[in-house]
């Protein structure tokens, strides 16, 4: 079977982009169905299997020889939320125009996606042996719980992998390195009542309100010390959401806000936790949410030497190593795994979430002959 890989790539993008895969509540069946059928075009073999209703992960793998371990490339078709109205196109709408594909989930990571499965195509119709299986993985609820991830880990998809290619926004480059994140949850008790009867009242008030704002203007002034990095920037810590009270005139009995701490490679997160526990104070309590640990591969790594060598190939000048300050499924894989990673995927970094977020279909049909070379050059 021969195959235009470029349009091939454009329309499966286009129409990945066309499904709304927001999660929750996900709804990423319908994606790993498109993605199977382009994938049976070209006879390799793939399964899905439910996490819940609705919600799919697609595995599908190319057999080697086995004299080398699996090179996995792992990808997600969940995407964030979207406001339409504050978009100039439609968010589902997979428009393709002056060089650009259009949807919410473009850079992150419907194109990346994209760019695998047709690499995949390719790779499973190029009638090469390779030394060990080349295996996908697709994922749900990456964007919330990993879930998707860490049932992938747990049913053996990943065994035995000498490598992992994750297909996050990179523009085109080669990362070694993300950011882990640590989400805490501080919640505030108080002396429910009405303000109307509450002249006795003093200080805080025992206003729920009161006192988690007063935790959270010293929760942002928290140290945090880590290792310098050689590619990753700062510790960085955001109060991302906040709700307590009941109604106007009600003293609130009960708050609470989110935060979210981004932590390097060599941090010690337990330290981190004490130092926002410390400064609680009797009707503070903080709670750790979630733990993604920090993912990082040297840069004299194999891996990292082969794909560097394959993106340069597929024309890329600059390819890196570089490094970022997101998570992805590297963070569930490669710790109980311990093997080599790298991101490179043809969305832009720092469109995640974008308003009228897009890819470049230069970088996608890059992206696409990179992952193949990288293949190649592993394996």
């Not at 209703?53 to 964030?80: M, N, Q, W």
């Not at 290619?165 to 523009?171: A, D, H, L, R, W």
């Not at 009995?253 to 926002?276: H, K, S």
Request: net charge negative; proline share 6%; aromatic share 8%.
């Amino acid at each position: 079977m021969q195959f235009d890989k470029e349009q091939s790539v454009i329309e499966l993008t286009s129409r990945l982009l066309q499904i709304n895969t927001i999660d929750p509540p996900g709804n990423e069946s319908l994606a790993a169905r498109l993605v199977g059928e382009y994938l049976s075009r070209a006879s390799v073999r793939f399964e899905t299997f439910e996490i819940a209703p609705g919600r799919e992960c697609l595995v599908a793998r190319i057999p080697g020889k086995g004299t080398k371990g699996p090179l996995v490339y792992s990808g997600h078709f969940d995407t964030i939320d979207v406001r339409p109205g504050q978009w100039s196109v439609d968010p589902f709408g997979g428009v393709v125009s002056e060089g650009r594909i259009y949807g919410r989930g473009a850079a992150d990571m419907k194109s990346g996606v994209a760019a695998m499965t047709v690499a995949a195509m390719g790779l499973g119709l190029g009638g090469h042996e390779f030394e060990g299986d080349i295996v996908f993985v697709f994922s749900a609820a990456e964007n919330t719980t990993e879930q998707g991830a860490k049932e992938l880990l747990a049913r053996g998809y990943l065994d035995h992998a000498s490598g992992l290619i994750v297909g996050e926004p990179t523009s085109d480059k080669v990362l070694v390195a993300e950011k882990g994140a640590l989400w805490l949850r501080a919640k505030a008790t108080g002396e429910y009542g009405h303000n109307a009867f509450s002249e006795d009242r003093t200080g805080d008030r025992g206003n729920a309100i009161v006192r988690l704002s007063e935790y959270l203007v010293k929760a942002n002034r928290v140290a945090l010390p880590a290792p310098p990095n050689a590619h990753l920037g700062p510790s960085t810590c955001n109060i991302g959401y906040i709700q307590g009270g009941e109604a106007f005139p009600l003293i609130a009995g009960e708050a609470y806000a989110d935060i979210d701490i981004r932590t390097l490679p060599g941090q010690d997160v337990d330290a981190v936790v004490r130092a926002f526990r410390e400064i609680a104070g009797p009707h503070i309590d903080v709670e750790v949410v979630d733990i993604k640990p920090p993912v990082e591969t040297p840069d004299d790594d194999p891996l990292v030497r082969a794909c560097l060598g394959a993106a340069k190939a597929a024309g890329i000048s600059d390819p890196g190593p570089r490094a970022v300050g997101y998570y992805s499924d590297a963070s569930v894989f490669v710790p109980s795994l311990a093997m080599p990673m790298i991101i490179f995927g043809p969305g832009n970094i720092g469109d995640s979430g974008a308003i009228d977020e897009y890819v470049e279909v230069s970088k996608l049909t890059t992206a696409v002959d990179a992952y193949e070379r990288m293949a190649s050059e592993w394996l």
